[in-house]
């Protein structure tokens, strides 16, 4: 049983919240689940911009790059274009997009990827201006436009603020969890116990542990 935390195990965990948000509750789980995709995004924003003001850095565009708390595990590829001073970026392989689409869930792809990168960058700084001009999903590319990026001195990136794949697992299981149990705290278990069954039956019981400890962290800080 494969128990190890990636990019596609993050995607999967995301997936069922959605499955079976919307198997209970319909247009109404699915509002539910974009609103919990809204709230993981804004406070994982919320952390890179704790850190990058700690270091002493602006909340532009280069410290939010130099910030991100992934890194890849599986193979990207990307180019980037755009006129001066804005960043743009298209990327062409995205594990979300496979796996989505490996779970027959690809409309949850496009309601998820609407949302997580400008809702991150909502959570750094509200005043950023960011754009997705298409993605995956039914293009050929993930078009995004980060405004003014390259204006502003230069930030290293930062390998600290790197987090492991299973406390972003975990990240994604706490808020989903929380905000399904608020919206529908009498029948709302019956989603995360379902939840449960499909993750465990996927990736064993010892990753289902794994990603409930974090039931505990505050990702709302950096510590």
């Known amino acids: 049983m494969n128990t190890k935390f990636n990019e596609k195990t993050h995607a999967a965990l995301i997936g069922l919240f959605y499955k079976h948000l919307k198997a209970a509750y319909g247009c109404a789980g699915v509002s539910c689940f974009v609103k919990c995709s809204q709230k993981m995004a804004e406070q994982r ?84 201006t960011f754009e997705l001009k298409s993605y995956l999903h039914d293009s050929p590319c993930c078009d995004m436009v980060f405004k003014d990026a390259a ?45 449960d069954e499909d993750f465990i039956q996927a990736f064993g019981e010892e990753a289902m542990n794994t990603v409930r400890s974090y039931l505990s962290t505050d990702f709302n800080t950096i510590g």
């Open 151 to 195: 204006l502003g001195e230069d930030v290293p990136q930062n390998s600290q603020a790197k987090m492991p794949w299973e406390y972003h697992c975990g990240h994604v299981y706490k808020t989903y969890r929380e905000n399904v149990l608020a919206i529908y705290p009498e029948e709302g278990q019956k989603v995360v116990d379902k939840v």
């Open 45 to 128: 924003g919320a952390r890179m911009a704790l850190r990058a003001l700690r270091d002493g850095h602006q909340l532009n565009f280069k410290s939010y790059i130099a910030y991100g708390e992934w890194a890849s595990t599986f193979p990207r590829r990307s180019e980037e274009v755009g006129v001066y001073p804005d960043k743009e970026t298209r990327s062409f392989l995205c594990a979300w997009r496979d796996t989505f689409e490996e779970m027959g869930l690809v409309e949850c792809g496009k309601i998820y990827c609407k949302e997580i990168d400008r809702g991150i960058v909502r959570g750094f700084n509200p005043d950023l």
